[in-house]
């Protein structure tokens, strides 16, 4: 019998071309899990190297949409490009037989859906971050829109040393007088106390400054505890105001207070009420943007 004549092993497929992948699908998804080291608002974000990166790992960086997209690019046998936003912000899983210039041109593809996600993954890890308060001697606490560091000294008296209370900066001291074996209620509840005072003091000076320059006029003001609400007016014009606002920046704080004195002349949320509200604080938006993104509970809590 005749032999057959041997047939040449079958070639292998060549690695797909940029054209190609950018046809190809692509594995998308997102996974916003707690972080075990949260941003801090007013901080820069952790630097790459303080993060530890699985074996054969690297950083990488892609200019998209006029900005600087790092993220953290894995190898695998994965078939597609995986992009996954986690505790270390964005990392991108990629074949390996995969070159840099198609990474990065799939990562420039994808980048409105990037950033989308990266932002909606700094503004939880903000969020985080604002609720884990150590109650302890070194502990850092969200002030005026800071990150102000609790120190214990039972000699002292409690205040902020501050050049100005009303505008402190990253690290300033807030000494309360306590022992340094004092227990975290102890500590939490002289904290509670010296917000409460201090937002009295700066809410008031905002509500006579709104009203001296407007001409309106309120029956009464008071602190509110409330666990949903930043504040509240009533039709008489009795305003409520959230002592937590304390945490935030002043122009949070005129934001809500506006949008309080507005409902003097709109006790609604109509176009007309927002008009007011503009009135009384021109570009009040981005602060309203801001305060959309918490709720008192995201504060850190005395309760």
Same mark, same amino acid.
């Given at each position: 019998?005749?032999?057959?004549?041997?047939?040449?092993?079958?070639?292998?497929?060549?690695?797909?071309?940029?054209?190609?992948?950018?046809?190809?699908?692509?594995?998308?998804?997102?996974?916003?899990?707690?972080?075990?080291?949260?941003?801090?608002?007013?901080?820069?974000?952790?630097?790459?190297?303080?993060?530890?990166?699985?074996?054969?790992?690297?950083?990488?960086?892609?200019?998209?949409?006029?900005?600087?997209?790092?993220?953290?690019?894995?190898?695998?046998?994965?078939?597609?490009?995986?992009?996954?936003?986690?505790?270390?912000?964005?990392?991108?899983?990629?074949?390996?037989?995969?070159?840099?210039?198609?990474?990065?041109?799939?990562?420039?593809?994808?980048?409105?859906?990037?950033?989308?996600?990266?932002?909606?993954?700094?503004?939880?890890?903000?969020?985080?971050?604002?609720?884990?308060?150590?109650?302890?001697?070194?502990?850092?606490?969200?002030?005026?829109?800071?990150?102000?560091?609790?120190?214990?000294?039972?000699?002292?008296?409690?205040?902020?040393?501050?050049? =100005?209370?009303?505008?402190?900066?990253?690290?300033?001291?807030?000494?309360?007088?306590?022992?340094? =074996?004092?227990?975290?209620?102890?500590?939490?509840?002289?904290?509670?106390? %010296?917000?409460?005072?201090?937002?009295?003091?700066?809410?008031?000076?905002?509500?006579?400054?709104?009203?001296?320059?407007?001409?309106?006029?309120?029956?009464? %003001?008071?602190?509110?505890?409330?666990?949903?609400? %930043?504040?509240?007016?009533?039709?008489?014009?009795?305003?409520?105001?959230?002592?937590?606002?304390?945490?935030?920046?002043?122009?949070?704080?005129?934001?809500?207070?506006?949008?309080?004195?507005?409902?003097?002349?709109?006790?609604?949320?109509?176009?007309?009420?927002?008009?007011?509200?503009?009135?009384?604080?021109?570009?009040?938006?981005?602060?309203?943007?801001?305060?959309?993104?918490?709720?008192?509970?995201?504060?850190?809590?005395?309760?």
């Amino acid at each position: 019998m005749a032999k057959r004549p041997a047939t040449a092993p079958a070639a292998r497929p060549a690695p797909r071309r940029e054209a190609e992948l950018a046809s190809a699908q692509l594995d998308l998804f997102a996974d916003l899990a707690p972080a075990d080291a949260p941003l801090v608002p007013g901080r820069p974000a952790p630097q790459p190297h303080s993060i530890q990166l699985p074996p054969g790992a690297r950083w990488r960086e892609v200019m998209a949409e006029g900005q600087l997209i790092r993220f953290v690019l894995q190898r695998s046998r994965r078939r597609t490009i995986g992009f996954l936003i986690g505790d270390d912000g964005l990392r991108v899983t990629a074949p390996r037989w995969v070159g840099l210039a198609e990474i990065d041109a799939a990562v420039r593809e994808k980048s409105r859906w990037i950033l989308s996600k990266l932002r909606d993954w700094q503004q939880r890890k903000e969020r985080l971050a604002l609720n884990q308060t150590r109650w302890e001697d070194g502990g850092e606490l969200p002030y005026l829109g800071r990150r102000v560091v609790m120190r214990l000294d039972a000699q002292r008296e409690t205040g902020l040393q501050s050049v =100005d209370p009303d505008a402190p900066a990253d690290g300033d001291i807030l000494w309360l007088g306590l022992p340094h =074996d004092a227990e975290a209620a102890r500590i939490r509840d002289a904290v509670q106390a %010296w917000l409460q005072g201090r937002a009295r003091s700066v809410f008031d000076a905002r509500l006579r400054e709104f009203l001296a320059r407007t001409g309106l006029a309120i029956k009464r %003001w008071k602190l509110s505890s409330a666990a949903t609400r %930043w504040g509240s007016c009533t039709s008489e014009g009795s305003i409520l105001l959230n002592w937590r606002l304390i945490h935030f920046p002043l122009d949070i704080i005129d934001y809500v207070i506006a949008h309080e004195l507005a409902h003097l002349r709109e006790m609604n949320h109509g176009p007309g009420f927002w008009a007011e509200v503009g009135q009384l604080l021109p570009g009040f938006e981005s602060a309203r943007d801001v305060l959309r993104r918490h709720d008192p509970a995201s504060l850190p809590q005395f309760d």
